[in-house]
């Protein structure tokens, strides 16, 4: 049994071409108990298909807030099984769908799940996360500034930002600095105010890194 359960929710249609090799798929690792539980879902037999109105192609895979379509493989599948396990299956996500290019799909879940910011950080720490990946991090921090202003997680995600920012890795803490620069300058279009990113900002404009002195001083021009 997986160290935790694993529950995988598949749609699926009567007249998909790939829904029935995924169900086996599936269904092969629920009996070899790789995963806790299996749900289908055929849309075709659904009483109310509103319900399920925004799912616009099948077979669609979910697992707790984060949607795979399209078939997969049997070794994504045990990649998946396995990130789940170590509790990393978010991490893994928002990888997956920033290296891809499929921003519009990380965007969704961190717009609707802002609990999942703090996994965002974690990536960019992580000197193994490719660049393609840490791009898209910083394309959702300049697109949902306002998001995270209004979101229960902002004075959190500010906390977790500003610790961060303490690395000996340069290109990691001009990150850092920037987006701590588009909240801040979202919460001054907003007449507010943080108190630790006030000062966070204050004590930078002398860093000894020029990148790093010129994000903050276009945040206070």
């Avoid at 997969?72 to 990130?83: A, P, Y």
């Avoid at 001009?174 to 001054?188: G, N, P, T």
Wanted: charged share 25%; aromatic share 8%; hydrophobic share 40%.
């Amino acid at each position: 049994m997986p160290d935790k359960d694993l529950t995988i929710n598949l749609f699926i249609s009567t007249h998909c071409p790939f829904c029935s090799q995924l169900m086996a798929l599936l269904s092969s690792a629920l009996k070899e108990s790789s995963l806790t539980r299996l749900d289908i879902i055929n849309l075709d037999n659904v009483s109310d298909p509103q319900q399920y109105s925004a799912i616009r192609s099948v077979p669609l895979i979910k697992i707790d807030d984060f949607e795979f379509t399209g078939m997969i493989s049997q070794s994504e599948l045990d990649e998946w099984i396995t990130k789940y396990k170590q509790g990393r299956f978010p991490h893994y996500f928002f990888a997956n769908k920033l290296e891809d290019g499929q921003i519009n799909q990380a965007e969704r879940v961190i717009k609707n799940n802002p609990e999942y910011w703090p996994v965002l950080i974690q990536l960019v720490e992580d000197n193994e996360t490719k660049m393609q990946v840490k791009i898209g991090i910083t394309a959702l921090f300049e697109s949902l500034a306002s998001n995270i202003i209004d979101s229960a997680v902002a004075e959190e995600l500010v906390t977790k930002l500003i610790r961060a920012s303490d690395t000996d890795n340069h290109a990691v803490r001009v990150d850092i600095v920037y987006y701590l620069s588009l909240i801040y300058a979202e919460l001054k279009n907003q007449g507010k105010m943080n108190k630790e990113l006030e000062l966070f900002m204050q004590q930078n404009l002398k860093d000894e890194s020029d990148e790093i002195k010129e994000i903050i001083e276009d945040v206070y021009s």
